[in-house]
């Protein structure tokens, strides 16, 4: 199950219609995915484990770094398939935040920002570690290691009126057991009211759009047959294993 439903037909197609990839949400009905945007080095410890300059202060942040998947990268099936061209998959657990209303392209007001989500759940952005090494050292794009098949699996959305607050929530990955990354939310460089404010600077924010805010330290490989347990504390949790 990679949470798509069938495709419309429509009399002036040339083709089917692509699927819609949709997340379920926590009291029933599903959410459609139209964008996912992610955050790059918004954790401190993770920027210096990956060799970059952290911030600081706040003062000192400059602009938050993005990059995008396709909406059909998200999976929410138990066996996410190991991909292809790839020895060195790994693991980037993170909070994920679900945009139920539009913002035209232009700065969105900080105060403004968080009217616009509508939940959160805890996703992964799988990437191929090899492949990005291999484009940053040529000084090139970094797609491919980022934007492959299943490459964000996510849990299931929970409303944002259910969730008391983040700030103070840890976010943690376990391996076949092991914690290999655990945080608390308030080590992210930028928040969520931040970053939706700096999207809308580049995008038009709209309601089916996801948001995979970034990852802490700890980041590593994930082998086929490893099982990961990643939660958001008291909010959710997404069990999987990697397939062959």
Not at 222 to 244: C, M, N, Y
């Amino acid at each position: 199950m990679t949470g798509t439903t069938p495709p419309r037909a429509h009399a002036t197609d040339a083709i089917p219609a692509a699927d819609t990839p949709r997340l379920a949400v926590r009291g029933g009905g599903r959410f459609p995915v139209r964008r996912i945007y992610c955050v790059g080095r918004n954790f401190a410890d993770h920027a210096r484990e990956m060799g970059a300059t952290a911030p600081a202060s706040k003062a000192e942040r400059g602009t938050p770094v993005f990059f995008m998947k396709p909406a059909d990268a998200v999976f929410t099936g138990e066996v996410v398939p190991y991909p292809p061209a790839t020895s060195d998959l790994h693991h980037e657990v993170e909070l994920v935040v679900a945009l139920g209303h539009d913002a035209p392209a232009g700065e969105l007001p900080l105060a403004r920002a968080p009217a616009l989500v509508f939940g959160y759940t805890v996703g992964l952005d799988l990437t191929r570690r090899d492949l990005q090494a291999a484009a940053k050292a040529k000084g090139l794009p970094w797609d491919t290691a980022k934007g492959f098949d299943h490459s964000a699996p996510a849990g299931e959305l929970v409303p944002a009126a259910e969730v008391d607050g983040l700030d103070s929530r840890m976010l943690e990955l376990r391996v076949n057991g092991q914690v290999r990354q655990r945080a608390s939310l308030s080590e992210l460089v930028w928040n969520v009211p931040e970053i939706l404010h700096e999207l809308s600077k580049l995008y038009a924010l709209r309601a089916g759009d996801l948001v995979f805010m970034g990852t802490p330290a700890g980041v590593a490989a994930l082998q086929p047959g490893d099982r990961f347990e990643a939660s958001l504390e008291g909010v959710a949790t997404l069990h999987g294993r990697i397939g062959g």
